[in-house]
């Protein structure tokens, strides 16, 4: 096998110069883990079996460090029975970064908002709970696998939607609404004070509302 074309973002890519790689038989990239390895070379077989897309994730060392790439590459044969592959290269690093990083911030998020005594949700603008802190558990006394992606009717029961309906339609339409009400979905009733409070995207569309909903029966 030998490379026919290389372009100059791959080099900057691999560190791997392209007038090396044209005259040398070796790969591109330098996979480290074994397991990635032995991935890649089962791909590649059956890729080049039946002629389909190769679309695969492996870890290389490049230039000491270790980083993320994404490898597509697609078979074609050529009259004299060769193989011609077609590739693309893709370094995923810090995309897997910032999605590390998006995972700790909101894992970090529902640490605190598990930590406090009111219920604390996110929901989007087809009146389903995108986020709900661990409050809801212990208020409706079912887990949050039971709340998360469903619609609010489902969550609080019809009456209940019914009351807050039109607070809720308010706040998607940019307003920030704080009004009374009773919550009795659960093991107990409670009267609650309960805010919603619109989430604009970077064009100013409602996207959601943040809630939230203290218990102020004692009071």
């Known amino acids: 096998r030998a490379y026919v074309y290389v372009s100059g973002h791959c080099e900057r890519l691999t560190g791997v110069p392209a007038e090396q790689a044209l005259k040398s038989k070796a790969s591109l990239l330098t996979i480290s883990d074994p397991d990635d390895l032995a991935r890649a070379r089962a791909a590649e077989l059956a890729a080049a079996g039946d002629l389909t897309l190769l679309d695969i994730e492996v870890t290389a060392s490049v230039q000491g460090e270790e980083r993320a790439f994404q490898i597509y590459s697609r078979p074609r044969e050529l009259p ?3 193989l011609l592959w077609d590739g693309l290269l893709l370094d995923v690093t810090e995309r ?7 995972q700790a911030s909101e894992e970090r998020l529902r640490d605190v908002t598990d930590a406090m005594p ?7 603008r087809e009146h389903r709970f995108r986020f709900a802190n661990k409050a809801y558990e212990t208020w409706l006394g079912r887990s949050l696998g039971d709340v998360i992606g469903r619609h609010c009717r489902e969550v609080l029961g019809e009456a209940m939607y019914a009351v807050r309906r039109p607070y809720i339609e308010r706040a998607l339409a940019g307003e920030t609404v704080t009004y009374d009400g009773l919550f009795a979905a659960g093991p107990s009733e409670r009267q609650t004070v309960i805010q919603h409070i619109p989430h604009l995207g970077p064009d100013g569309a409602v996207l959601g509302f943040y809630a939230l909903v203290q218990d102020v029966t004692d009071a």
Do not use: K, Q, T
Not at 96 to 102: D, G, I, N, T, V
Not at 118 to 124: F, H, Q
């Open 96 to 102: 897997h970064r910032a999605e590390a990083a998006l």
């Open 118 to 124: 009111v219920l604390i949700s996110y929901v989007d």
């Open 80 to 82: 004299s029975g060769r």
